[in-house]
């Protein structure tokens, strides 16, 4: 149906009151909610007002982050403690109030995020005057513990998307900093175990974004595809390392999860997949090319099999792109 179509037939629908506005807004939504892989943003349509807000979240986080910095040795501690962790808990208070008016809800959010992005360095501050070292994987793994233990309980609660983001967020902390934690200097983990663990989080951020792309939280998806693939493929190049010390196995697989990336981006309507899918099958290109044939006269022969190829992929991007309508 053309658009022009689809806007008459709205206009006899509601000539004959056979829907209201109401459910004619929420059958949009409902519509809209389906396709949600295209890289939705964290809440509606932002305007320029509610990225106004949480810009200046950020930036009171950085104020309040360089003011300790700065001053961290003329500060006292209890000077510390109220000037982060007593931020912290002064702007979620402030953004619990100011969400239980849903004209205010933007706000509210804006001023959880202070809160959650605060946090952290207020227990670091705790845990720093205990004397425990607060670089260990340790003490990261109580501080993110516990951030996330706060996030998760607040959405319990309240069930906003912002509380959805930070946990998965502070969840992704706690799993890398628990995980060096349990292996230490360990050398049977000396084997890309930073690269795999990237691997694992990334398919699960993908699975994650695909369980909420059918619910209320399909906002998220978009956030969720987009650092998922780029965690999941940029793992995997990376496994399959540079002569002579490559890993034959994931140099061979790549190609094919690079191209299995593109056609689900079909599947599921996101443009991050295509993109990225794209991306990393060109910088694979160029990787194996530099690996295998820079030397002999084979090398300007595979300089233009390599362009040729470069060019292949893009129109595949381009034709993906319009065919289905992952502009």
Do not use: C
Not at 1 to 24: F, G, N, R, S
Not at 52 to 69: N, T
């Amino acid at each position: 149906m053309e658009k022009h179509e689809a806007v008459q037939y709205i206009k006899e629908v509601a000539a004959q009151k056979i829907l209201t506005k109401e459910e004619a807004v929420a059958a949009y939504d409902e519509g809209a909610g389906t396709g949600a892989g295209n890289d939705i943003v964290l809440t509606k349509k932002l305007g320029i007002a509610e990225i106004l807000y949480y810009i200046g979240g950020g930036i009171v986080f950085l104020g309040i982050a360089i003011l300790v910095e700065q001053n961290w040795s003329t500060l006292s501690f209890p000077t510390r403690l109220i000037a982060t962790l007593g931020a912290a808990i002064g702007a979620y208070i402030i953004g619990f109030i100011f969400s239980r008016e849903e004209k205010f809800e933007t706000i509210g959010s804006a001023f959880y995020l202070i809160s959650a992005l605060v946090l952290p360095i207020g227990l670091y501050v705790i845990f720093d005057n205990a004397g425990f070292d607060t670089a260990s994987a340790g003490v990261q793994s109580f501080i993110s513990g516990i951030a996330l233990a706060l996030f998760l309980l607040s959405y319990v609660v309240q069930r906003k998307n912002i509380f959805t983001l930070f946990s998965i967020i502070f969840g992704t902390w706690f799993f890398f900093a628990l995980t060096n934690f349990m292996v230490g200097s360990n050398p049977l983990f000396d084997w890309n175990f930073f690269e795999y663990r990237v691997l694992v989080v990334g398919l699960s951020y993908l699975l994650i974004g695909y369980a909420f792309s059918k619910t209320e939280k399909a906002p998220l998806s978009g956030f969720l595809y987009s650092f998922g693939i780029l965690g999941f493929l940029g793992a995997a190049l990376a496994l399959g390392g540079w002569s002579p010390s490559q890993n034959v196995f994931w140099e061979l697989i790549f190609p094919g999860l690079a191209l299995a990336t593109l056609f689900v981006s079909v599947y599921l309507k996101a443009k991050s997949f295509l993109t990225f899918g794209a991306l990393f099958l060109m910088g694979y290109i160029l990787k194996i090319t530099a690996e295998y044939f820079t030397s002999g006269l084979g090398w300007p022969l595979s300089l233009v099999l390599a362009g040729l190829m470069l060019i292949a992929v893009g129109y595949l991007y381009v034709f993906l792109r319009k065919k289905y309508s992952l502009a």
